[in-house]
């Protein structure tokens, strides 16, 4: 976070024993540090800003809480709560850059606790907005809406990081097994959402394979063309024998060979939707 710096000093104590440490998250009016020494975090904000209202509401400052609490310094007094690793605070839009897809109940979770905001006439910034898991509610930090950023949010979530606002119910489900059509559609009803139900698009008619052209990659053309692109050409044939096309390809090189490229034109050729997508950006326990 480039001069970004923390409101408390490294070492100042916290509640619940932790001590202040590196900076990891900041937002309107709350700052996220790390505890010294423990995978913990500390979640500041300054007393008075609406996010510490919002705070309270959410984690009252009980005499029974001993993660809650306060810092004086500086002539501030800011709120603090210690948080376990698993129950930190996380940003909306960060969530689908995570290492592991969420669970049906923990999107379901997620979307009622934005729901309930929409619900009281708040008009906020999905991502922006700071999710506590343990207490299932969110706290709005900017102000704001962008029906069709919403709807890219809502499917990077339920996908685990592909943002297409295009895909439908079926095609999502297809992205992330783990989560059922039902609860998906509940996901979606919760957001006041949309999306196409059609199990397929809409595609163009099948060309025949002499059409595709490769420039320079005569080897892939020939492929593309006799194990994909002609089975679609007689589809009823190849479904009459019982062959199925390839359930996928595998292109290596190195870097700048033309392997996108050459997917981008097939995909294109055959009216299909094309994905470029960064493995870094996918959240799954079987990649990283």
């Known amino acids: 976070m480039k001069d970004v710096f923390p409101w408390v000093p490294f070492g100042i104590d916290a509640p619940d024993g932790a001590k202040t440490g590196r900076l ?17 975090f500390i979640l500041l904000s300054p007393d ?5 209202i919002h705070l309270s509401e959410i984690i009252p400052n ?17 709120h603090a709560v210690t948080f376990s690793e698993d129950n ?49 509610k969110c706290i709005p930090t900017k102000e704001g809406s962008d029906g069709e950023e919403r709807h890219a ?4 979530l339920l996908t685990g990081g592909i943002k297409d ?14 989560i059922s059509i039902g609860e998906i559609q509940e996901f979606l009803e919760l957001l006041e959402l949309r999306v196409p139900t059609d199990e397929r698009r809409v595609i163009g008619a099948p060309r025949p394979p002499a059409q595709f052209t490769l420039p320079g990659r005569q080897a892939l053309e020939e492929f593309f063309r006799e194990y994909v692109i002609d089975h679609f050409w007689q589809k009823d044939r190849y479904d009459a024998l019982g062959v199925k096309p390839p359930g ?12 996108t490229f050459a997917v981008r034109e097939l ?9 470029d997508i960064n493995m870094g950006s996918i959240g799954s326990p079987y990649i990283h």
Not at 62 to 78: A, K, M, P, S, W
């Open 248 to 259: 996928g390809i595998l292109l290596s090189g190195p870097p700048g060979t033309g392997k």
């Open 88 to 136: 930190c605070p996380v940003k909306v839009a960060n969530m689908p850059q995570e290492t592991t897809l969420r669970s049906a109940m923990e999107l379901l979770e997620l979307a009622k606790a934005i729901s309930s905001i929409e619900t009281n006439g708040g008009d906020f910034e999905w991502g922006e907005a700071i999710y506590f898991p343990e207490q299932g």
């Open 62 to 78: 009980t005499e029974q809480c001993e993660r809650v609490g306060t810092i004086n310094l500086f002539d501030t007094l800011y």
């Open 24 to 40: 990891v998250l900041q937002g309107e009016g709350f700052q996220l540090v790390q505890d010294q020494g423990t995978d913990r």
């Open 267 to 275: 995909s294109k050729f055959l009216g299909w939707p094309f994905f």
């Open 153 to 156: 949010l809502a499917i990077k």
């Open 48 to 52: 008075k800003a609406n996010f510490a």
């Open 165 to 178: 606002t295009s895909l439908s119910i079926a095609q999502i489900h297809a992205a992330n097994h783990w």
